[in-house]
């Protein structure tokens, strides 16, 4: 517990909200304001290879700014935890909210669509690309406006434009455009469409 001395000066930590990959969000408090944040708790010896991504991720996210991006608010590093503080979004994730709807209507596809949009577009315009967009990447927060979060795919190149194009199919339709339990199966599914309209526009 050495390794959250430091944490807990400053916030009280409360239940697991998340876990992926090698990291762990837990819900906590600010002591000193009361507001309440996500806290993404990694161990760097887990870590191993993909140490130089989190520094990535941090990086970006010191840098990024917009009202639908989740704000990185603080990092904190010990000898074998990295602990990011980020914006809470209690809302939860677009996917379960499509799921809950079967599909949005086109209005709120509009709206929704706008949001992330405006994101990406600043995300580009500062020189990176997230390269992860996807329903389970997008949070609502408090008053049902979007965050883009998990940066940890993110680099310099922009190659958002395909994923934008999913998740515009995905909030209309409610579904996927391609899906299949066999992974090469899928890949010519999407090889097939990639030629088909590149075809089209010759």
Known sequence: MKDYDELLKYYELYETIGTGGFAKVKLACHILTGEMVAIKIMDKN??????????????ALKNLRHQHICQLYHVLETKNKIFMVLEYCPGGELFDYIISQDRLSEEETRVVFRQILSAVAYVHSQGYAHRDLKPENLLFDEYHK??????????????????????LYVLMCGFLPFDDDNVMALYKKIMVEVLNAAASVM
């Open 46 to 59: 887990a870590l191993g290879s993909d140490l130089p991504r989190v520094k990535t991720e941090i990086d």
């Open 146 to 167: 979007l965050k883009l979060i998990d940066f940890g795919l993110c680099a310099k190149p922009k190659a958002d434009v395909w994923s934008m194009g999913i998740l």
